[in-house]
């Protein structure tokens, strides 16, 4: 009973292909993608999934995900999205971005497509910071935060506040489901997988554009080892971006009530 167990614990989800991630030791952007591929394959999703990485830590994402996947230019994935989805309406297209790519390059074109009210998911993976190019400053590295290119810490005076990205999606009329998980413990991991699942039925059901932002560990360029990320993550990050139902449309509201 224990082997059968522990098989099913690791066993790899049939959404990811036999490739082993470039990504570092601890960082969590792996445990996003096996949610992702989780709930794609519960909901029988694989073969009817389109996603879209831009340029980041996620830019070999085609590799790993066992379903079609593009590349995006810098920022661009929304509008690559968006232009799938009203190709092929009955896809399910999804984003997946970091900060640096979506609340910097990518702010006009996230904006942009949340306004619209397109019908696709975006996942926006926040670990503050720059993480493929070196760790330098993001729009949501934290007051003080010290990153290569703000050695001294991120100086809110002169180089202003972090943008709470969620909250700003959630002012948009276009969009329908904003919310914020975090990826640094069980129980919020559990949530986490809740929330996509919810996330991609309001896209098959055509109830609006849904955004998921993932509190994530960059354990190389915040210089800590994995077990010291995610407890700097539960410190320091969730103060600054609580986690928290943002915006939920009734038509959604009702849809999680029914099931």
Not at 134 to 140: D, E, F, S
Not at 148 to 153: A, H, N, Q, T, V
Not at 223 to 237: D, F, H, I, Q, S
Request: glycine share 10%; hydrophobic share 35%; aromatic share 10%.
């Amino acid at each position: 009973m224990l082997d059968t167990e522990v098989k099913l614990i690791y066993e790899r989800p049939h959404g990811f292909t036999d490739v082993t991630t470039h990504y570092c030791p601890g960082c969590t952007h792996g445990v996003a993608h096996r949610l992702i591929a989780e709930v794609l394959e519960e909901m029988g999703e694989l073969d009817n999934t389109i996603g879209v990485a831009p340029v980041g830590c996620s830019v070999f994402a085609y590799n790993y995900f066992d379903f079609d996947f593009v590349e995006a230019a810098h920022g661009r994935a929304p509008a690559m999205a968006t232009g799938i989805k009203r190709t092929l309406p009955n896809k399910t297209v999804f984003t997946y971005q970091g900060d640096g790519d979506l609340a910097s390059m990518g702010m006009g074109e996230i904006v942009a497509a949340a306004a619209r009210g397109e019908q696709i998911t975006v996942f926006f993976i926040n670990n503050t910071n720059y993480g493929m190019t070196g760790g330098q400053m993001a729009p949501t590295t934290l007051p003080g935060q010290k990153t290569s290119s703000s050695p001294l810490g991120r100086d809110v005076e002169t180089q202003g506040y972090p943008i709470r990205t969620a909250e700003l999606i959630s002012s948009l009329d276009g969009a329908s489901y904003v919310v914020r998980r975090s990826l640094h413990d069980a129980r919020n991991i559990r949530n986490a997988k809740k929330a996509i699942r919810t996330a991609f039925e309001v896209q098959k059901r055509g109830l609006g554009f849904s955004f998921i932002e993932l509190l994530s560990t960059c354990p190389t360029n915040w210089g800590l080892t994995p077990v010291k990320a995610r407890e700097w993550l539960k410190e320091y990050m969730i103060p600054q971006y609580p986690i928290a139902d943002f915006k939920v449309s009734s038509a959604i509201e009702e849809m999680v009530k029914g099931g």
